[in-house]
DNA sequence: TGTACATCAGTGAACGCGCGTTCACTGATGTAC
DNA sequence: TGTACATCAGTGAACGCGCGTTCACTGATGTAC
């Protein structure tokens, strides 16, 4: 199915990965096209050979980002329902763990960005939009009994704003506030929601 | 009690004004010292006779937006109190309400800037920290009975988490975004928690 | 299998622009007598 | 009340730096015969 990457092809993932831990790290503009070449092993030169735009490559990392963080907390979420518990439960831990508090950079894009993407040009928006609708979906799935995608958002909501706020406060208050979240996640939703 | 402000006094609470509004709107790194003169009716030049440095003005226009807000959503959380309800209830309707999700501009600091937080200069930073604790006392406040600061906390970040997810999805999405949040919070705390 | 040539991926210098910061200067305000 | 001078708030030009983008060029890879 898979035809062997091209060295141009190999060179553009390259680019798009690290620009995905880039502007989760570092915010839309705070690495440069220069540094990303750079860590990506080549000169900035060559960019424009693999984008029309600077923006153009913001949108495929955050498709990368997303698809990444997604995959892995999946991944994460599986080993976790082996040792017992609910998928959600699961879910919440991963997300709302410590670790993913101090590592921003292969972290959820959304918490890594979100009050940003509302100043950024549409083709960039437009792809933030695709971001919060995929990780609706996967906390909506992860739900038990058949929740609407209604309590899913505002879920998502509640872990998205809170694994901003610890990363703000960190520390022991950051690491408080997390696991209050999950307590309060995890006990609300133990059990199908009646309607 | 206060002294009448000189003229130099004058010129720079409207400059703290100008940037309290403009980081809101455009983030931490979107307008520029030059413009904030500009519209704070002033030449750039005169801006290191008001301050030590950008980050020096950034950190009293976060402390100014805080207040602001906190002060406006009190008012109006007081006006609503009046026609009946919670104080939690008109605190929810108020910050959750389409016209919030609309204005960043004169809304909430922490959900106008919060994933860019993170990414400061410490005395940013430490800001940031004082502007998010300020919020969970107010919500703090206004949660029926004596609601403690971690479900205090946990509020807060659904409110802010949610305010930004629907500022990202806009129109249909975001106002149905708002609405279930709120109908979720006042449902949930319409009495005063049980422990 | 070997040679000649075309295409491809990447290089590195340069351009133009915006921004934070500095500084010599000016006009207005306030004070001393 | 009026004049001379000092201080103060603000002006506008300039500096240095970083960044997105362009472009002529180079070395490597692939293809034709």
Redesign the interface.
Same mark, same amino acid.
């Given at each position: 199915m898979s035809v062997s990457p091209s060295r141009k092809e190999l060179s553009h993932a390259r680019i798009v990965d690290v620009a995905s831990r880039a502007i989760r790290r570092?915010?839309y503009?705070?690495v440069g096209v220069a540094d990303i070449m750079k860590e990506a092993g080549l000169t900035h030169g060559g960019f424009y050979a693999h984008f029309d735009s600077r923006d153009a490559l913001v949108v495929e990392a955050m498709a990368k980002a997303g698809q990444d963080n997604i995959a892995s907390l999946t991944k994460v979420v599986e080993r976790r329902l082996i040792q017992g518990g609910t998928r959600f439960q699961a879910l919440v831990e991963t997300y709302l763990h410590e670790t993913h508090m101090e590592r921003?950079e292969d972290g959820c894009i959304?918490?890594?960005?979100?009050?940003?993407? @509302?100043?950024q040009e549409d083709v960039v928006?437009d792809e *933030?939009?695709r971001r919060?609708d995929a990780m609706v979906s996967m906390v909506q799935a992860a739900l038990p009994g058949a929740a609407d995608e209604?309590?899913a *958002?505002?879920v @998502? *909501? +509640?872990?998205?704003?809170?694994l901003?706020?610890a990363? +703000?406060?960190?520390g022991k208050?950051g690491r408080?506030?997390l696991a209050? +979240?999950r307590q +309060?996640l995890i006990e609300r939703h133990k059990h199908a929601t009646h309607h």
């Open positions: 570092a915010g503009r705070g921003t959304i918490a890594a960005l979100s009050s940003e993407m @509302t100043r928006r *933030a939009r919060v209604g309590e *958002a505002v @998502t *909501a +509640t872990m998205v704003g809170a901003q706020l990363r +703000t406060l960190g208050a408080s506030l209050q +979240t +309060t």
